[in-house]
């Protein structure tokens, strides 16, 4: 595996299942990223980590919560979802230097579909 | 705090017609530049960035950005689109200022027409 990779690439869930999105990333970077894509908005922002340690969080609903293990690896866990949250879910990963990032890198998201 | 406007939400051209993709940015301190591209169902590739250095930058596909420090601008230009170009284009800026972050704009569709 190169890059950066999601699982699973399509999810349909109730609004009263818990389910979890994974992103792994194979390029040694020490910085990662959730963004939710919806139609006809912006790219949202939604958690970044940093060295394993959350950074950000963008006023994102409890009912989102990330967890990374490690600098490799980074998860969203979903739980009591609502329709409004069905929308590409994109993880990214970047090197971070004093502050400074240069590029981020993409993995291919997770449509998610809420019912 | 950076921000990022892309004026054309929606950019439609014919097969080798030439494009411009407007990208204006606003920022208190010196920036990084960015032009990503994504393809229907599929994530963000990075399509270009200027870190330092010339201000003409170019991708491998034929696209290229001008960094225009006293406009404030990155737009993207291509003299000779092709069908397989057709997909939603966002820039986005990295500040010096100590934040890890990406401002994004909100993307311009790019739609190649036969």
């Known amino acids: 595996e190169t890059g950066v990779t999601q699982t699973p690439r399509h999810l349909v869930m109730g609004m009263t299942n818990k389910k979890s999105l994974k992103c792994e990333q194979h390029?040694?970077?020490?910085?990662m990223y959730w963004y939710k894509q919806s139609a006809k908005k912006p790219l949202e922002l939604m958690f970044v980590?940093?060295?394993?340690?959350?950074?950000e969080n963008n006023s994102v609903p409890s009912r989102f919560s990330p967890e990374c293990p490690n600098s490799s690896h980074l998860f969203l866990h979903l739980h009591t979802l609502q329709p409004e949250d069905s929308a590409l879910y994109l993880c990214?990963?970047?090197?971070?230097?004093?502050?400074?990032?240069?590029?981020?890198?993409f993995g291919p998201g997770t449509r998610l579909t809420v019912l | 705090a950076q921000s990022v406007t892309q004026l054309d939400s929606q950019v439609p051209v014919f097969e080798e017609a030439p494009v411009e993709l407007r990208c204006n940015y606003s920022?208190?301190?010196?920036?990084?530049l960015f032009w990503y591209v994504q393809y229907p169902n599929q994530g963000l590739q990075l399509l270009l960035k200027?870190?330092?250095?010339?201000?003409l930058v170019e991708s491998i596909n034929g696209f290229e950005a001008e960094f225009n420090k006293s406009q404030t601008s990155f737009h993207l230009r291509k003299p000779s689109v092709h069908i397989s170009d057709t997909a939603e284009y966002f820039c986005?800026?990295?500040?010096?200022?100590?934040?890890?972050?990406?401002?994004f704009g909100k993307g311009t569709k790019l739609t190649v027409n036969p």
């Open positions: 990214a990963s970047s090197q971070e230097w004093l502050g400074l990032v240069f590029e981020q890198f």
């Open positions: 390029l040694g970077h020490n910085a």
């Open positions: 980590y940093n060295f394993k340690e959350q950074t």
């Open positions: 920022s208190s301190v010196s920036v990084y």
């Open positions: 200027y870190l330092s250095g010339s201000t």
């Open positions: 986005a800026v990295s500040g010096q200022g100590g934040s890890e972050k990406l401002v």
